[in-house]
């Protein structure tokens, strides 16, 4: 039986990315249609690893879901494009200047294929909203 390839695949470098800017919009839509923010793309080339995910509270919030979907790197408004992988519930947070903020992690541990995304959605609108960041690797060999 010919094996396609024998050797492990290991990132070439870290890859981390973040939302652009706070999460806050609500998207009730289960299909990874609607109002969703970017967090993490894969290489171009040769595609990337995500181990985990970080929602870190910026003030004050309600409780909300998050909802985290991998789309094929077309748009998002096709729901066939997307794939619900995973949620975590973000409890309430309050702003306070003796206390950190909350923060929640949501471990993924995927291959992600080149140029497919990972997108963010809330389930119910926040106030202050979320910094969401993306911690990985390229498996690029020249990073």
Do not use: C, H
Not at 13 to 22: D, M, N, R, V, Y
Not at 53 to 61: E, I, P, Q, T, Y
């Amino acid at each position: 039986m010919a094996i396609a390839n024998n050797n492990p695949i290991y990132p070439g470098g870290p890859q981390i990315e973040w939302t652009p800017a706070f999460v806050t919009a609500a998207n009730t839509a289960k299909d990874g249609t609607g109002t969703v923010d970017t967090v993490f793309t894969a290489d171009a080339t040769y595609g990337s690893y995500l181990k985990e995910l970080k929602f870190r509270a910026v003030g004050s919030n309600v409780q909300t879901v998050a909802r985290v979907f991998m789309n094929n790197g077309s748009s998002n408004a096709v729901a066939a494009n997307n794939s619900l992988i995973g949620e975590i519930t973000l409890a309430a947070t309050t702003l306070t200047e003796t206390q950190n903020q909350s923060d929640f992690a949501l471990p993924m541990d995927l291959p992600i294929p080149k140029g497919y995304k990972i997108n963010i959605a809330l389930g119910t609108a926040v106030a202050a909203g979320y910094q969401v960041t993306g911690f990985g690797g390229s498996y690029n060999p020249s990073v």
